[in-house]
């Protein structure tokens, strides 16, 4: 089965094409294509949704004819198209729904409208050419799925495909949006994530130390509002030169990742599960990974690890087409609406 997955939720234009083969537990990518207006929103400090929507009209097209090119097909040739109602950015959002609308109508195909975030889940069931990030290649359910991403941060239990269950998730900021707030007071570039880290590498996580906000409470909730007046507070009386930087950088790095490590951990324990899979922005970050990896050896944990490699944990279209290919629901054309706010 050939699928196109269109993602244009936020500042990227993502277009890709998938081959899902019915026996395979996992799908693999013949062309996986992103255009990002992120250069134009480092300028301003922070996405301004009109200018982002903007950019992904100007994109989606060449995107699309990229993959297809990449793929070396043409639109008849492909089985169904995947494409991103939510959440997101509605003008955004709209470009890539109307778009998929309009070929699924031209050439009578199938269309499949796929959440956001169960889409950064599925990037984990995309076959790998390097070695897959995992202590075991061989995904088994009942997982715990953790999205850490610019927008949110939740956890949800999967019992098998189509079955998902939300467990908590973030009351305030999401972690990636605390890291680049963050790193705009630090002076840093945006989006603040990569940048933290980077800086990080240099950084003496003892001299500061941030408080990881409900890190001991009984649910699955996380806050990270208060990091980002702990730090203000921090800089403003600090001098700061390099290091300082990289001193705040590993230690709001580390009060972020202690938090959604422990909950993660905890919630894979509780619900007993044998597998757990990352996905999000926040993913492409090597403490997050080596905390996970460290913690589950120490506490001689039987789960199973998936994180996507890099690439595949920013906005794409490849994996929205994997969470399609797995969760096939088309639906008629005409009723499919963007929605901002859509959740699981
Ligand atoms: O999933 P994503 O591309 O877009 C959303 O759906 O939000 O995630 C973007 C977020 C940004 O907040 C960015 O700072 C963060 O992912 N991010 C990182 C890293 N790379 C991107 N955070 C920490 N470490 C990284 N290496
Ligand atoms: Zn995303």
């Known amino acids: 089965m050939l699928i196109l997955g269109i993602e244009s939720s936020c500042d990227e234009t993502g277009a890709a094409i998938i081959l899902g083969k019915s026996k395979s537990q996992e799908v693999r990518i013949l062309s996986n294509i992103v255009a990002s207006s992120l250069p134009l929103h480092s300028k301003s400090g922070g996405i301004i949704p009109e200018n982002a929507a903007r950019e992904q009209i100007k994109f989606i097209i060449p995107v699309i004819n990229e993959a297809l ?5 043409n639109l008849k040739e492909i089985d169904s198209i995947a494409v991103t109602h939510g959440p997101g950015l509605i003008g955004s959002l709209l470009i890539g729904v109307e778009t998929a609308k309009t070929i699924a109508y031209i050439y009578n195909k199938p269309i499949i409208p796929t959440n956001h975030l169960i889409g950064h889940i599925y990037a984990n069931f995309i076959e790998l050419d390097a070695k897959r990030y995992s202590l075991n290649s061989n995904i088994k359910f009942p997982a715990i799925g953790l999205i850490v991403s610019g927008g949110h941060t939740d956890l949800i239990l999967i019992k098998k495909h189509g079955s998902i269950t939300w467990l908590g998730g973030t009351r305030d900021d999401a972690a ?22 980077k800086a990080a590498q240099d950084g003496n996580p003892k001299r500061f130390k941030f408080p990881s906000p409900l890190i001991n409470s009984q649910d699955f909730d996380f806050s990270f509002s208060g990091l980002k007046t702990a730090a203000l507070r921090e800089i403003s009386k600090t001098k700061m030169d390099k290091q300082a930087v990289a001193d705040i950088s590993i230690s709001v790095q580390k009060a972020i990742i202690d938090v959604i490590v422990k909950k993660t951990l905890r919630a894979a324990r509780e619900h007993n599960v044998k597998s ?6 926040v993913a492409a970050n090597q403490m997050l990974r080596k905390e996970f990896e460290l913690k ?38 005409q009723k499919i609406e963007a929605n901002p706010s859509l959740y699981f």
Not at 312 to 330: R, S, V
């Open 69 to 73: 090119k990449k793929a070396k097909l």
């Open 176 to 197: 990636g949006e605390a890291l680049d707030k963050i790193g705009r007071l630090l002076g840093l570039s945006y989006p603040g994530g990569p940048y933290i880290e």
């Open 276 to 281: 757990i899979l990352i996905g999000g922005g």
């Open 296 to 333: 589950i050896e120490n506490l001689e944990l039987k789960i199973s690890l998936f994180i996507p490699e890099k690439r595949l944990c920013t906005d794409n279209g490849a994996m929205i087409a994997a969470a399609a290919y797995f969760n096939n629901k088309p639906q008629d054309w």
